[in-house]
Nanobody, 125 residues
Framework: QVQLVESGGGLVQAGGSLRLSCVAS????????MGWFRQGPGKEREFVAT????????YYADSVKDRFSISRDNAKNTVYLQMNSLKPEDTAVYYC??????????????????WGQGTQVTVSS
């Protein structure tokens, strides 16, 4: 059983940056593909970014491409989401998630097995 704990959220002005972190415990971190998702007020949970277990493949939602960057440090059991040029529409609770290694890119939240509790990101205009 993998436990995930996110941190790094907060309040930032539009155009600013934040870096989210997600620390995993209770499993072999390098065995998992990792993803970031978000859920805004009154919205469904949506895919943001994913990185495979050996960091050779990343994939982003169109809405964040060229602004956000996902990375991981398997030695620290941590996945990161660097968010630049933030916009008010990026306001949401951000969740990290884990699933077993896959040869395909997975963006559907229902296909992720483990979830953190979320961290709030608020972008003011």
């Amino acid at each position: 059983q993998v436990q995930l704990v996110e941190s790094g959220g907060g309040l930032v002005q539009a155009g600013g940056s934040l870096r989210l972190s997600c620390v995993a415990s209770g499993g072999t971190f390098s065995s998992y593909d990792m993803g970031w998702f978000r859920q805004g007020p009154g919205k469904e949970r949506e895919f943001v970014a994913t990185i495979n277990w050996y960091s050779m493949r990343t994939y982003y939602a169109d809405s964040v491409k060229d602004r956000f960057s996902i990375s991981r440090d398997n030695a620290k059991n941590t996945v990161y989401l660097q968010m630049n040029s933030l916009k008010p529409e990026d306001t949401a609770v951000y969740y990290c998630a884990a699933r077993g290694r896959s040869s395909v890119i997975v963006t559907a939240h229902r296909q992720y097995d483990y979830w953190g509790q979320g961290t709030q990101v608020t972008v003011s205009s």
